[in-house]
């Protein structure tokens, strides 16, 4: 039986509450601006953190049990940051970040802000975990996420930012006048947050063709750049700080990185269910077993019309389905594997190999056992499948040398 309450933090986040200014960690570019405005039409005042820096890791390491993995230390210090900077005031903040409960460190986001807050002479102040459904070992009565109200802006703008982000990643890379790209993103990321407060979400769907369009008249250089696949684990893959700046530093080098989209991360779930019934792990009612497969054909229905839309853009791969992914992944490792990014890595060096992408580097950060176990584990097996592909694991922390970092990385591309 799981208990709501979590002792040793008295700051719980109550009905009278409702009008603090709640604080969220930078997670990434393509999503993050959008959030503050899902949050308002919710009836929360969510403020996000400046992007994650070399302060925030600096931070996170003083206040935190420094045993932790990576991301949890840079969520952490991102908060306190902000918390220290004077801007606000400190009886009427909150802070929130998402739950993913997850088999890995992720449960215990919650219970390490919490210490790190109370180090830092903070324990005053409430915490959130941003979930629909139910919350453990958090007191949190004055936060409730109006599903019905919010679920088709916060989808719809999902996978905007995720699509938008794959046209600006293959255009970035061969604009010929630089910045080109990156203003349009900015552009349309501040314009989606304007239809977010509307709570217009087909009109999302006619943003994306205007950005297609836009993108598609950004002038390119003649030159067809090699591809590289960026995996890992999701907050350092998405997070530019997080990834200590990879991404930029290979498209200064003229490659075109290829990240898959954050969609596949959550459509795991429909993958996971099935199996985790059939190995007896979960038990799930007859209702649900209905009701799972409808709602992934009404997910899928939706992605579907922005992929449809993106497909005009001049560079747009599409991408496999979370079924197909799942299939080529199984040949390498058992479904079962789901802790950190599990067998998500499998699918996603199988979908570059079967594309022709034949370099990969997967990124882990430091504590991540997880990652650490699932990823080097399969390296053999994934050699046997595909022998061409070159993949190279990188260890991210606070303190590691960019240099070095840099130097491995020539060698994959050279
Ligand atoms: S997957 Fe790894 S890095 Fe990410 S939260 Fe879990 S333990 Fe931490």
Known sequence: MYSNKYIGYSAVFGKKDKHKTILIPWFTDFLSPLIPAIAELAGYKFVNCPKTSKTSAEIGLRYGNNEVCYPATLVLGDLIAE????KYDLNSVAVAVTQTGGQCRATNYLALIKQGLKNAGLGHIPTIAVAFGSVYQNEQEGFRLPVFKIFNIMLHAFFFGDILNQIFSATVVREKEKGKSQQLFDFYMEEARKIVLENKHRKLLKLLENAVADFNLIEIEDKKPEKVGLIGEIFVKYNSYGQAHITDWLREQGMEVETPPMTGFFMQAFVNQAVNR??????????????????Y???????KKFEQ????SRF?????SIFETAEHAKQIIDLANQFGEGWMIAGEVANFARR??????????????????VAKGIERRLKQFYPEMNLLYLDIDGGMAEVNLHNRLHFLIR
């Open 278 to 295: 059939r190995n007896g792990v979960n038990r799930i009612s007859r209702l649900m077993l209905k009701l799972f497969p409808l709602f």
């Open 309 to 312: 839309i993106a497909r005009q």
């Open 316 to 320: 747009y791969m599409p991408h496999e």
């Open 356 to 373: 022709g992408v034949n370099r990969a580097v997967c990124i882990q950060p430091f504590g991540c056992i997880a990652n650490h176990v």
């Open 297 to 303: 054909r009404f997910l899928n229905n939706r992605l």
């Open 83 to 86: 918390l220290q900077t004077g």
